[in-house]
């Protein structure tokens, strides 16, 4: 009986997991659809770049909140089972990814499935796991965003350090191993969402956001201006 609710954990897992919360503010606060801005994807960072700051921050946290009550509901219906505590964030994850509620079909006449990336679920399936660590996740992604400047790696880089945290955790005696497969699988399902991104970081031409989009528009602006003083 305990397997079957190991596995309705999962299913509840995905279902709220695919809540496009990024979609639902834009729509809401602009009258656009997320979709079609820049990356299309349905996270705190195209959320920003498509209805701005308080857009971007309040996604972010509805996906933060998505994670965590994967883990509170499959604790809930488990008593606390590990299994089932681990892979219902993992599902939100992927429900995060590739939202039940935004099915689409493709030029090529196939079903599609939109969504984010899936750094935000990953890091509230972490916070539910173990609260503290969300002290560790939001401050050294915003870091990570703002300086580095590339979203994709600071979406990468949570699913790392959730891994870290929770091998470091089991190690200690005081965290389940399967937690630590919770940090590993949820990297391997940013990796596989953000296959476009890493091509581009590879290529040198990745989206820029944070301080580096800054100096960029400046040096740009700088060179225009320098360009019209010339030909004047």
């Avoid at 949820?186 to 301080?211: C, H, Q, S, T, Y």
Wanted: aromatic share 10%; proline share 3%.
């Amino acid at each position: 009986m305990q397997a079957v609710w190991v596995v309705v954990s999962v299913v509840l897992g995905y279902l709220i997991g695919s809540i496009p919360f990024g979609w639902v503010v834009v729509k809401v606060s602009t009258g656009r659809d997320i979709r079609e801005v820049e990356s299309g994807r349905t996270g705190g960072t195209n959320a920003l770049r498509a209805a701005g700051v308080w857009a971007g921050i309040a996604t972010a946290l509805l996906d933060i909140l998505k994670g965590a009550c994967a883990v509170w509901v499959a604790r809930w219906l488990t008593a606390g089972n590990a299994w089932a505590e681990s892979l219902a964030p993992l599902a939100a994850i992927l429900g995060h990814n590739y939202s039940l509620y935004l099915i689409e079909r493709g030029a090529d006449g196939r079903i599609k499935l939109r969504g984010g990336a899936g750094a935000a679920p990953c890091a509230g399936g972490a916070m539910a796991l173990w609260a503290p660590s969300v002290l560790i996740l939001v401050p050294l992604g915003a870091l990570i965003l703002y300086f580095v400047g590339y979203a994709s790696v600071a979406t990468m880089s949570v699913g790392l350090v959730v891994a870290t945290i929770f091998a470091l955790r089991y190690f200690a005696g005081l965290s389940e191993w399967q937690n630590i497969l919770y940090g590993l699988l949820a990297f391997g399902a940013m990796l596989w969402a953000l296959r476009p991104n890493i091509k581009r970081l590879i290529d040198g031409n990745e989206r820029l956001v944070g301080l580096r989009a800054r100096r960029r528009k400046k040096q740009a602006e700088a060179h225009h201006s320098s360009s019209d003083t010339t030909s004047s």
